[in-house]
C-alpha cells in the first residue's frame, strides 16, 4: 500500500507543483478559468466514427470494419468451446483469422494512407473489437493491446488532425498479433529467413505507397511535381521550403510589405502564425494564431484591449489577409492588390473588430489590408 501510495505521489507531483506554483503567484482563479473556459478535445470523431452519418458503415474504409466485427463475433464463437471442435474448428480458426487479416489490410489499401478517410479510426476501432476477443478466448487481459488502443486514443486528441494516423501501423500490426494469439498452435512450417523476408518486403512496399502519397497530397498544398516555388528566396529562415507559386506570391507579399511598413511590433492576422519566427517579428497580441476554439474565456477581450494600447503607444503594423487558407492550398489566384474597403478572412469576427478598434493609418499591400501607426 505504501509503495502504490509512493507511486501515486510520483505521478501527481509535477502537476501538484504546477498548481503550487501558480497559489503562490496569486492566479489560482485564473488557472481554474482558463482551464474550464475551453473548448475540449475529447475524441468525438473518433468515438463516433458513424454516428454522425451511418451509411459510412458501407463505404470504404469504414466498410472494413463491419466485416472484422462480424468476422470476429464468428471467430469467438468458434474459439470458445476450445478443441471440441476438432479439426474443424481449427480449420475455421485459421480461416476467419486470413479473413480478419485481410480486413486489417484492405483498410490500411482503402485508406490509401491519407487522413482525410478516416482509416486510422477504422483500424482503432478493429484493434477495439480484436481486445475483448483474444481477452476470452485467452482468458487473460491483452495489456498490451489495451495500451496500444489507449495510445491511439490519446494520439486522436486534436483540434486539428483529431485521428491517430500517425499510429496506424502500430494499429495493423497489434490487430494481427491479437488475432494471431487466438488460434490454436500449429508446427512452424516456414523458415525465419522466410518469416524476415516477408516482413521487409511489406514494410519496404507499405514506405514507397507512403512516399508516393506523401508526393501526391502535400499537407495543405498541391502535389510535389507542383510546388516549384522556394520560400528560402523570401526569407533564409524558409530555405528549402518548396510551395505552391500562389502561396509564394502570399508570403512574398507579407514580406514587401514590411519593407515598406516598418514597425517594431508586427502582426498578421489571422493564419500567419509562421511569419513571426520567419520574419523575425515582434507580435504585440497575446495570440499569434487567433483559432476559433483558442478563442474562449476573454480572449477576445484581451485581443481588443491590446488593441487599445496599440492606439496609445504607436509604433505597430497589423495586417489582415483577404485571401483564405483553403485558397492557397489549392493554388487559388492571390491579387496582387485590393481595396482598402475589402472584406478581410475572419473566424468569429475578431478580426474585424481588431480592425475597425485600431486607429492607425489605413494601408493596403498586395492582397492585404491593414493598420499602420509609425
Known sequence: VVRVLLDLLALGAPGLAY???VALGGGFAEMVEQLTGGVPAYGERLLGLWLADPEVLT???VRELGFFAVIAVVLLAVRLPGDRLGAAGRVASWLLVLAGAAAVVWTVVDGRFTGSSRWADVLWWIVA???PVNAAVARKVPWAGLLVLATGFMTSLSWGNDTPTLLTGTLALTALLLLSHVVPPRPR???RWVTATAGLTAVAVCGWVVVARHDQAAYLDLGHDRLTADLGDVSP???????NPSTYAYVRQIR???DRFPAPRTAVLPDNAFAYPAFGLTNPF???WPLPLEIVGDAPQRMLAKSDELNREGGYLVLFQTVPSRLLATGGPVPAEVPADTPVFTYLGLERAIQARLTGRVVTCGSF???YAP
Open 19 to 21: 498548481v503550487a506554483w
Open 129 to 131: 473489437v480484436s481486445v
Open 286 to 288: 497575446p495570440l499569434e
Open 369 to 371: 489590408v491593414g493598420k
Open 237 to 243: 529562415a524558409m530555405s528549402g521550403i518548396r510551395t
Open 256 to 258: 514587401d510589405c514590411l
Open 59 to 61: 463505404k470504404a474504409p
Open 189 to 191: 512450417l516456414a523458415r
